[in-house]
């Protein structure tokens, strides 16, 4: 996609801080963190939001919650809380899906 911010960073055209990568995903602090650990966990794939997951998506889908665990147990994090934000009316602010990954 031509002007998402996120493939960019997934493309590493664009700078971010990458906390995870693997084949299919990406993490990386949140620029505006909500908690002291804040990062958005992504597909490199690029899919709007949620809205727009298809059936074809439900193990990239399944992999994000793996995902999301196994970054907090790299982190050493005891709890968590997982949000994801759907259509700008949900208080999604790039059009990319994303997973938020928060603790502390």
């Known amino acids: 996609m031509g002007d998402c911010v996120f493939c960019e ?4 055209e664009a700078p971010a ?5 693997d084949e299919q ?13 804040h990062v958005l966990l992504i597909p490199k794939k690029h899919i709007p939001s949620l809205n727009e997951v298809g059936k074809e998506d439900t ?16 982190n050493h994090l ?8 759907v259509g700008k009316e ?12 928060l603790a502390g």
């Open 9 to 12: 960073i997934a493309a590493k």
């Open 17 to 21: 801080k990458i906390v995870y990568e």
């Open 25 to 37: 995903f990406i993490a990386f602090p949140d620029i505006h963190p909500k908690a002291p650990f």
């Open 59 to 74: 193990e990239l889908m399944g992999r994000l919650l793996l995902m999301a665990q196994k970054v907090a147990q790299e």
């Open 78 to 85: 005891k709890g968590y809380k997982l949000a994801m934000h």
């Open 90 to 101: 949900g208080g999604q602010e790039v059009d990319h899906l994303h997973l938020h990954l």
